[in-house]
């Protein structure tokens, strides 16, 4: 089957999902892998593509949920206003901190990004009178509703967030695709091997750099959005150290440097510890076991393992040719 007709025929049946599992256990489920894909997808960016970990992706998500919550709640913003205006914040704080994080590589990048996270959640909990601190911030409305040949159709019900969801997440999955397929993606992966040599050729290194990390923060950014207004309630524990480190976790274990690997960590660990709930008090374990076997054995993370299915059949056509 060709590439576009089985990307169509995946993308048929992500609509069907939430048609096939009915419960609204497994609806939950798939919301939470759908924002946590939006989520995976905007750090392999920085760390598929620019070769940098970042361990503040929690607290971009953070802002974005704080930024979209608060516009609604403090100034009575709809949605479709708070939403974009969220990414927009969430994008710019990505390009502020870039600026001098930017300028770092390798361990010292991660360590600025870890400095900025503690940042965040500080402020987020010291700022009481706007965020409510540590007690978290109640009462966020939801998307809303809209009139659908004269059906009311509410956000509030987990079937059209989820159709939300894939939405956006949709939208971000293109926007990586193009981003990467194009000059773009060359760019970021020439600085990543040797900004020196990619200086050399006309490609600015900061610039690309920069671009790249805007570009995941802002996506960060609208996960947090989408996470605040389905959950209605955000605390600080939602996007601490953690949570950063679950992000890039995601990331490492699907495969860096490619779009796929992100997503497909994102719904393995998304999923793995409801299948592994029967277990009980042994999820833990075999939850980290798991993980450690595929770091250990698979460097590549899960996605290696179909580039290594397919080195055989590209050596017998060439043995062939």
Known sequence: MHKSGITAALFVAVLLLPVVFSEPFYQHIMIAAGINIILAVSLGIIVGYLGELSLSHGAFYGIGAYTSALLMTKLSLPFVLAFPLAIIFTGLMGFLIGIPALRLSGHYFAIATLGFQGIVILLIINMVDLTRGPMGLSGIPSP????????????????????????????????????????????????????????????????????????????????????????????????????????????????????????????????????????????????????????????????GIFDHLKQPRTQQNNHAG
């Open 144 to 303: 809303g509703a809209f009139d659908l040949f004269g059906i009311t159709i509410s956000f509030q019900d987990k079937i059209p967030f989820y159709y939300l969801t894939v939405a956006v997440m949709s939208v971000v999955l293109l926007l990586t695709r193009n981003l990467i397929g194009y000059k773009y993606g060359q760019a970021f992966i020439a600085t990543r091997e040797d900004p020196l040599l990619a200086a050399s050729i006309g490609v600015k290194p900061r610039k690309y750099r920069m671009l790249a990390f805007v570009i995941s923060t802002a996506m960060a950014g609208a996960a947090g959005s989408l996470y605040s207004h389905y959950t209605l309630f955000i605390s600080p524990d939602s996007f601490h150290l953690g949570e950063s480190i679950y992000i890039a976790t995601m990331v490492i274990i699907g495969g860096r440097g490619t779009i796929l690997g992100p997503l497909v960590g994102a719904i393995l660990l998304t999923t793995l510890p409801e299948a592994l709930r029967f277990t009980g008090d042994l999820q833990f374990v075999l939850y980290g076991l798991m993980l450690m076997l595929v770091v250990v054995f698979m460097p590549k993370g899960v996605i």
